[in-house]
């Protein structure tokens, strides 16, 4: 069997594509521009590339965006400060702060200072409660994009069988919940699972999200299986740069049914999904 590609860079053009057709509407019809302020503290590189990338495409989708370059050294009680200050902001609807954030800032402390209305990233403890009690809240935008990608490739979710390789708050976790949500029975797995190789087989929906570089194999992998790769690992390989997800393309491109490429997958889905996120916060603090 070779696997279906799931197209995720199509589809994000077409989200954001959705997405500005609305932002023109709000203009025009009610004077109202959504704006999205990321802050970036410190200078991890791949964090800069993505900073760099999410302002792009704000702007590209009509939206105001707002960067606040932070240095490394920033006191928690200055960031703190900038939040309560776009908190405050009646023109900022969206508020990102980058993970991680260096050593010394407490990150539970700094998202739980978001107001939850403007909490994009949907890591506020309080989206995390609705999200878990099936109440409209901010959905964490990766899980939210991998969603999207399985309801249009699958169409009913119900009744299948999904993994989740990982457990992280930002993608394992949410993810299972929103899998649940659509009638999947859920397993999440991590590096402690007991014979994660015989779990994973068991899967109709394979999610990797691990942050090992091609730790998946296809012979993990159930025939016809729909595998998701949130993995985006840098590695070397015959002397070049490359970019690899959690799976193992080549192999589980051979089993599965359908599978999402890296890059090209989850990563463009994610960035439409927070713009999609700042419009609905945009909207909803406007009535
Ligand atoms: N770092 C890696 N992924 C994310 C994300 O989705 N949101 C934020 N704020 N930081 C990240």
Known sequence: ?????????????????????????????????????????????????????????????????????????????????????????????????????????????????????????????????????????MVPCTPLGCLMMLREHHGSLSGLDAVVVGRSNIVGKPMAQLLLGDSCTVTIAHSRTKDLPEVVRRADIVVAAVGRPEMVPGDWIKPGATVIDVGINRIERDGKNKLVGDADYASCAEVAGAITPVPGGVGPMTIACLLANTLTACCRANG
């Open 1 to 137: 069997m070779t696997a279906t590609i799931i197209d995720g860079k199509a589809f994000a053009a077409k989200v954001r594509g959705q997405v500005a057709e609305h932002v023109t509407r709000l203009k025009e019809q009610h004077n109202i521009t959504p704006g999205l302020a990321v802050v970036l503290v410190g200078e991890d590189p791949a964090s800069e590339v993505y900073v760099r990338s999410k302002g792009k495409m704000t702007v590209e989708v009509g939206m105001k965006s707002v960067e606040h370059k932070l240095d490394a050294e920033t006191g928690q009680g200055d960031l703190l400060a900038l939040i309560e200050q776009l908190n405050n902001d009646p023109e900022i609807h969206g508020i990102l702060v980058q993970l991680p954030l260096p050593k010394h800032l407490d990150e539970d402390l700094v998202i739980n200072s978001i107001d939850p209305a403007k909490d994009v990233d949907g890591f506020h403890i309080s989206n995390v409660g609705l999200l878990g009690t099936g109440q409209k809240s």
